[in-house]
């Protein structure tokens, strides 16, 4: 079975300091992996993604997540953090034999000017 | 890419009564939708597994007469939730994988449901 551990229930950057949510995982498989924004009382979008092609993936709004096999980890890194980064975010695991996506606990990102 | 649509984003029931949410997939077809729910300051829960043209799977612990789950379509699921108390007010969240094999899920706007 698979399962998410994010470290941080919450982390607190200031503006224009580089940002680190941390994510490790469990899985029986080769995973994919994912990592979800939540703005208050809004549905999840999809930040990045990692489906067994590159370790380093880049996605939206600067974010990008290293594949670490050796440690199981899929840590968030943006360079700057900009106020509109203030969220809740989900690193999310997915096996490749099914459907369902496993949600980690979740981190709260706060940005203070 | 593909879009999830969900509706109500929000909505106000007394306790007793019924609401029913709609989840819709508006450019593929989905033959497989989830239904979540995210408790003040938690993580999501999966609730269901919504089968289209069968019966939905429930995850352990979840009242599968109180949460009905209806896949009729290839583009619609609903979710009812019967007897609503207040302790089911949350915010339930849809989702669907995304067409073609490419793995990625895709989830709707979510619903704040408030039971008084």
């Known amino acids: 079975a698979q399962s998410v551990t994010q470290l941080d229930s919450h982390v607190s950057v200031s503006e224009g300091t580089p940002v680190l949510l941390r994510c490790n995982y469990s899985?029986?498989?080769?995973?994919?992996l994912f990592w979800y924004v939540q703005h208050p009382n809004k549905g999840l979008q999809l930040l990045l993604k990692y489906t067994s092609a590159a370790t380093l993936v880049k996605g939206i709004n600067g974010f990008e997540a290293e594949f670490k096999k050796s440690e199981t980890s899929f840590h968030l890194t943006k360079p700057s953090a900009h106020m509109s980064d203030a969220a809740e975010y989900f690193c999310v695991v997915q096996d490749n034999y099914g459907q369902n996506f496993v949600f980690g606990p979740g981190t709260r990102l706060s940005v203070l000017p | 890419g593909a879009v999830v649509s969900q509706h109500p984003s929000r909505v106000i029931c007394k306790s007793g009564t019924s609401v029913k949410i709609e989840c819709r997939s508006l450019d593929f077809q989905a033959t497989t939708m989830f239904w979540y729910r995210q408790f003040p300051k938690q993580s999501l829960m999966l609730m269901a597994t919504?089968?289209?043209?069968?019966?939905?799977?429930?995850e352990q612990g979840v009242e599968k007469d109180k949460f009905l789950i209806n896949h009729a379509s290839l583009t619609l699921s609903t979710l009812t939730v019967t007897s609503a108390h207040p302790e089911d007010s949350s915010f339930y969240i849809c989702?669907?994988?995304?067409?073609?094999?490419?793995?990625?899920?895709?989830f709707g706007q979510g619903t704040r449901l408030t039971v008084v």
């Open positions: 899985s029986s498989y080769s995973p994919s």
């Open positions: 989702s669907a994988d995304s067409p073609g094999g490419i793995t990625e899920a895709f």
């Open positions: 919504s089968n289209e043209g069968s019966k939905a799977t429930y």
